[in-house]
């Protein structure tokens, strides 16, 4: 089992939005870059950003216009559900890389993402733009049937994305993109669409508490090789929550086949991880959605040693 340490609770400065709480709950992406570490809650039209090191207050940047209901059944059927976060390399218009937030796509109204562009030293440098992922995921579902995208990490020349198979009957997946694709799109301003798509393998994880484990996050290695996080919930689909029976950290090769899997000691459900590679021991930071808006999401973190690979 994974031992893993609170390191801090997500605490912003001020609330994303009168009557909001004063911290990010639904955390469901993360990325370390520089001196920052970048959070995207699916309950949210905005990014998060904070210190890499110390437990001071982050603060809000905003990705959509808009406002979001307050009212938790109207706000879960009008956000913009993004559960995925990653970096992307320097390319035209983006000089010193950027971060790709996914949407999950279980909903007509979760199809739309954004890319931010980053400074030279990992912080946020102008507006975030919107990207229409319509037609991308459009194509993954006659493949996949309901989808639910929930981490993103580039690795290999490819922009690999987990599916999320939630319920019983749910798939999950590993979808390769073509990262050249991907960035011609970006540089045009193009929408997300099928042509992106090279290869997509269906996988089985498990079960936790007698209930299926499936994917929730990604985060690549130097060599190639991808840690990812997997929650079992108790829920019959991608839109309805349901109670989390374990979480835990994996890895797969860098093509594709699965290499590890370990339960985290934490009775949480996982939704995000930054893993980084140093001296053979892979360092994870972890985030997790409590499901419920007046919980602090927590900043967890664990270190794996003897990884295969």
């Not at 929650?231 to 290499?259: H, K, M």
Request: glycine letters at 12%; proline letters at 7%; one cysteine or more.
């Amino acid at each position: 089992m994974i031992r893993t340490t609170q390191r801090r609770t997500l605490t912003l400065e001020a609330p994303e939005a009168p009557g909001r709480p004063a911290h990010v709950s639904a955390a469901s992406g993360l990325v370390a870059v520089g001196s920052w570490l970048y959070v995207v809650a699916d309950d949210a039209l905005h990014l998060a950003v904070f210190p890499r090191e110390g437990t001071a207050p982050g603060r809000s940047l905003r990705l959509f216009p808009g406002e979001l209901p307050l009212e938790p059944v109207a706000r879960k059927a009008a956000k913009p559900d993004l559960e995925a976060l990653c970096l992307l390399a320097p390319f035209a218009g983006c000089p010193h890389g950027a971060l790709l937030a996914l949407p999950s796509g279980s909903t007509a109204a979760r199809q739309q993402g954004a890319v931010i562009p980053l400074a030279a030293d990992g912080a946020v440098t102008g507006t975030a733009r919107a990207l229409d992922f319509t037609g991308l995921y459009a194509q993954l579902s006659r493949e996949l049937g309901p989808l639910n995208i929930e981490g993103a990490a580039v690795a290999g020349g490819r922009l690999r994305l987990l599916q999320r198979g939630n319920g019983e009957q749910g798939t999950d997946a590993l979808v390769d993109l073509d990262q050249e694709r991907l960035v011609r799109a970006l540089e045009s301003g193009g929408a997300m669409g099928p042509e992106l798509v090279r290869t997509v393998r269906r996988w089985e994880l498990g079960r936790a508490g007698g209930v299926r484990l499936s994917f929730t996050d990604a985060s690549a290695l130097p060599d190639g090789r991808i840690v990812f996080t997997a929650a079992a919930e108790d829920t019959r689909d991608a839109y309805a929550d349901g109670p989390v029976t374990g979480s835990a950290v994996g890895l797969l090769a860098s093509d594709g086949s699965p290499l590890f899997l370990d339960a985290v000691d934490a009775k949480v459900k996982l939704e995000g991880v930054s893993a980084r590679l140093e001296g053979g021991r892979v360092h994870l930071l972890l985030v997790a959605d409590a499901d419920d808006p007046s919980v602090p999401a927590p900043l967890l973190e664990a270190t794996v040693e003897g990884l295969p690979g």
